[in-house]
């Protein structure tokens, strides 16, 4: 979907009834001062969740951005979305100011799936933007019995955020431009080891880091390899 309409196309794609559904806030919660966790609730019995799609929210007259569901439980109409509020955009600002009773339209989940749930190891990279893949795919990597590894890139007042989210087999990573260093990307343990040859990669978040992580993963022929840029930096809406 894009991510920018003219208003008349914005307020038709809001109003479609098969698309965007109906949802109220019940609780926002800061694990972070810049992650902020909001639960929805609504009737999300339509909605097709699979690891990799995101739903849509219209952000502004004009604007609609994607976000992932960390959590979903269709008895209790729930839904949980962990947000990166990064000052500089439309949907960080409209997302930083949303509290508890608040309403608005959320799309039913689409994109690209990324779990093969065939392939016994996983491995998922990511930053902020892709902590809600990794909270919606670690139960699933227990319950189908995976090897699994997560490697976050995240600013510094980020480094605890996977603990406080109950991540697990994580390794956090500073921003400092390692990952669009290919050298010290294949220096990595998981990289520089062909105990991970035959595992599945999914990478997300930072454009750039997934370039070139994803580079650095074809040139020691890693085939199972799913990515997707969530931002990429200087574009709006990516
Ligand atoms: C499939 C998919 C799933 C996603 N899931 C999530 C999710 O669960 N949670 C989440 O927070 N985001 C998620 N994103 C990323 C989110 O959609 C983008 O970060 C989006 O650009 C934010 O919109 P914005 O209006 O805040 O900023 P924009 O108007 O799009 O961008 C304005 C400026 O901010 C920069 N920017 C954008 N995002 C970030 C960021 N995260 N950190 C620093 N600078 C940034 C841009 O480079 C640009 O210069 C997902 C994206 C995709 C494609």
């Known amino acids: 979907m894009i ?28 694990i972070s001062p810049d992650i902020k966790k909001i639960r929805f609730q609504g009737d999300i019995s339509q909605m097709n969740f699979q690891i990799g799609y995101a739903n849509i929210i219209r952000v502004s007259n004009t604007e609609f951005r994607n976000y ?9 109409r729930i839904l949980d ?21 608040d309403e608005l339209r959320i799309s039913i989940p689409r994109g690209k799936k990324m779990y093969n749930e065939t392939i016994r190891q996983q491995f998922i990279f990511g930053d902020e933007t892709s902590l809600g893949l990794a909270c919606a795919i670690l139960p699933i990597l227990q319950k189908n019995n995976h090897q699994y590894q997560f490697y976050f890139e995240l600013d510094d007042e980020n480094q605890n955020v996977p603990e406080l989210l109950g991540l697990e087999n994580y390794t956090v990573f500073s921003k400092k431009n390692t990952f669009r260093n290919e050298q010290w990307i294949s220096e990595l343990p998981v990289v520089n080891t062909d105990e991970w040859d035959a595992a599945n990669y999914i990478l997300t978040g930072n454009a750039k880091s997934v370039q070139t992580f994803r580079k650095v993963l074809k040139g020691k022929s890693r085939s199972n390899i799913s990515s997707q840029g969530y931002w990429l930096e200087g574009k709006k809406g990516l």
């Open 68 to 76: 992932t569901a960390s959590y979903h439980n269709v008895r209790d």
């Open 81 to 101: 979305i962990i947000f990166h509020i990064h000052d500089n955009g439309v949907g960080s600002r409209y997302i930083d100011k949303l509290k508890p009773k």
């Open 3 to 30: 991510s920018k309409l003219p208003k008349w196309a914005a307020d038709l794609t809001e109003k479609t009834g098969s698309i965007m559904f109906d949802m109220k806030i019940l609780e926002t919660v800061y």
